[in-house]
């Protein structure tokens, strides 16, 4: 069984192997809290997580082997893009191809469309080309903080990351083939799949309206590179301000629906209850009286200079970190000391978009001895992270008001 | 020879952890066996490790029946039954 120790120690051999970037000495102390887990997932992890490089992965946090699941440490949190060997990993099935790029094909068409085509990734790339900074946020991030815990993949803080996107709009590929009026949602099917045969494939639908957003991509590059294999090479669906559940990897197929898309992954499978939180994009095709798709991501943020319990000196202290949302845009993050019961506006960084990571920052005055840091982010329509956990039963949309304490010395 | 050559071909398919993948040493206890067959054919091992120890019983029960009425494992009532009391009794509350 491995220890908190032996979980250092595989923590820092990770580093050794995985490159110079994090080489600096002090970056261990902060990396081995990373790799320590983020505060309140399920104590079973303790014996199973360990950093682990993934073929052209730096190490990553790795929850499970098979389907790969892992995320990525706090401290591949300190820039506003995410780079494509730090980004996490996540699957739902295990049998996943090595995609050859060269016989790939998107087949186009359902019986909500005027016809079919097929599409290869050098059809792709002669289309206009879009860019698009977004995060790509899993559903279930941070389901291992859920109070109770609810079963699943246990994530921390990591299952999300923030890229330049580039390829084709989803709305030009569907134009080629047109869409019939009575087309209600767009399907797509990636090229992996179960390691049995009766085990549901992976098959997630969009309503149109979201399919035709000219934000939403078909993505052939990730900052500036091709997608890596564990990010689904040679091109995947970009949904920009939904979670990654939508973010086909892989993408081998889209259909064009007249009737709403069914099978495992779509109910009961990422739904959330009826009422529960304050979005505002809806899916309405698949809602029922009890429950409806997850759609937008919620405002949310994260301290990502330091990690709880971290240790300080006493005086001025920077915090920095994240803020992200659904896509209307970060208008303000906030910071207090005294548990939240006066807050003070962080000073915002660089504007990569609407649907980026916002860098933020504030100075406190640190006393020695434990220091409280809270942190509330704000969107342009008024959407606040919650003080208490929204609980549902698959752990999705945890954007509880951070709470880290610093110990001064 | 042909037979020989089947059989290896049956055991590759049959195996239940990637070729590169660590084992997973559980908690050794009755019907350790039937997890490592059953559930290990589909998935790794930590998935169990990591939802521990939150879930009663009746809650792995129910994990047990997921895996067999929503993801298709073909596991019988015998060995579903002891796969569920070896959870409950080593990773649950």
């Known amino acids: 069984m491995l220890t908190r120790r032996s979980l250092l120690e595989a923590a820092g051999a990770?580093?050794?192997?995985?490159g110079s970037a994090?080489?600096?000495?002090?970056?261990?102390?902060?990396?081995?809290?990373?790799?320590?887990?983020?505060?309140?997932?399920p104590s079973g992890l303790d014996a199973s997580a360990v950093m682990e490089a993934l073929p052209g992965k730096k190490p990553l946090i790795k929850l499970s082997y098979r389907p790969p699941n892992y995320e990525a440490p706090l401290d591949y949190f300190r820039t506003p893009i995410t780079p494509n060997?730090?980004?996490?990993?996540?699957?739902h099935l295990s049998n996943i191809p090595?995609?050859?790029?060269k016989t790939y094909k998107i087949e186009v068409g359902g019986d909500g469309a005027n016809g079919q085509t097929e599409i290869t990734l050098d059809d792709l790339k002669k289309m206009p080309a879009y860019e698009v900074v977004a995060v790509n946020q899993c559903s279930g991030n941070r389901r291992g903080l859920s109070n109770p815990h609810v079963a699943g993949v246990e994530w921390g803080y990591g299952a999300m990351g923030c890229a330049r996107w580039k390829g084709a709009r989803l709305k030009d590929v569907l134009d080629i083939v047109g869409l019939k009026p009575e087309a209600i949602e767009i399907a797509f099917n990636g090229a992996e799949g179960p390691a049995y045969d009766k085990t549901p494939d992976f098959i997630k639908s969009l309503p149109v309206w979201k399919a035709v957003d000219e934000s939403t991509l078909i993505a052939y590059e990730m900052n500036g590179e091709p997608l890596p294999h564990f990010n689904g090479f040679p091109a995947r669906l970009v949904v920009p301000g939904w979670t990654g559940t939508y973010w086909m990897k892989h993408l081998i197929s889209v259909t064009a629906l007249t009737k709403p898309q069914g099978g495992f992954w779509m109910n009961p499978a990422y739904r959330i209850p009826v009422g529960k939180f304050p979005v505002v994009a809806r899916f309405i095709s698949q809602e029922n009286a009890a429950s409806t798709p997850i759609t937008e991501m919620v405002v949310n943020s994260l301290i990502t200079s330091h990690a709880d319990g971290a240790k300080v000196k006493a005086g001025k202290v920077t915090v920095s970190g994240l803020a992200w949302d659904g896509g209307y845009g970060i208008s303000t993050v906030e910071g207090s000391t005294d548990g939240g019961k006066t807050w003070s506006a962080a000073t915002l960084g660089e504007d990569?978009?609407?649907?980026?990571?916002?860098?933020?920052?504030?100075?406190?005055?640190?006393?020695?001895?434990?220091?409280?840091?809270?942190?509330?982010?704000?969107?342009?329509?008024?959407?606040?992270?919650?003080?208490v956990l929204i609980f549902n039963?698959?752990?999705?949309?945890?954007?509880?008001?951070?709470?880290?304490?610093?110990?001064?010395? | 020879m042909r037979i020989f050559a089947f059989a290896a071909f049956i055991a590759l398919v049959a195996l239940p952890a990637a070729?590169?993948?660590?084992?997973?040493q559980l908690k050794p206890g009755p019907g350790l066996d039937?997890?490592?067959?059953?559930?290990?054919?589909?998935?790794?091992?930590d998935y169990i490790q990591m939802n521990s120890p939150f879930l009663n019983a009746a809650g792995w029960n129910a994990e047990v029946t997921k895996m067999i009425k929503a993801m298709g494992a073909p596991i019988g009532d015998d060995d579903a039954k002891a796969i569920a009391d070896y959870l409950a009794k080593n990773y649950g509350t």
Not at chain 1, 14 to 18: I, Q, R, S, T
Not at chain 2, 19 to 24: F, G, L, N, Q, T
Not at chain 2, 34 to 45: D, E
Request: hydrophobic letters at 45%; proline letters at 5%; glycine letters at 10%.
């Open chain 1, 22 to 41: 994090l080489a600096l000495p002090e970056m261990f102390a902060a990396r081995a809290a990373g790799a320590a887990l983020s505060p309140g997932v």
């Open chain 2, 19 to 24: 070729a590169d993948e660590p084992v997973i």
């Open chain 1, 14 to 18: 990770g580093v050794a192997l995985g």
């Open chain 1, 352 to 387: 990569l978009g609407r649907y980026a990571f916002r860098p933020w920052s504030f100075a406190l005055a640190a006393k020695k001895g434990n220091n409280s840091v809270m942190v509330n982010a704000f969107n342009k329509i008024g959407q606040t992270q919650t003080s």
């Open chain 1, 85 to 91: 060997d730090q980004f996490f990993v996540r699957y």
């Open chain 1, 98 to 101: 090595d995609v050859d790029a």
């Open chain 1, 393 to 409: 039963p698959a752990g999705y949309h945890n954007n509880v008001m951070q709470s880290i304490t610093l110990n001064a010395a």
């Open chain 2, 34 to 45: 039937k997890v490592q067959g059953n559930c290990g054919a589909c998935h790794s091992l």
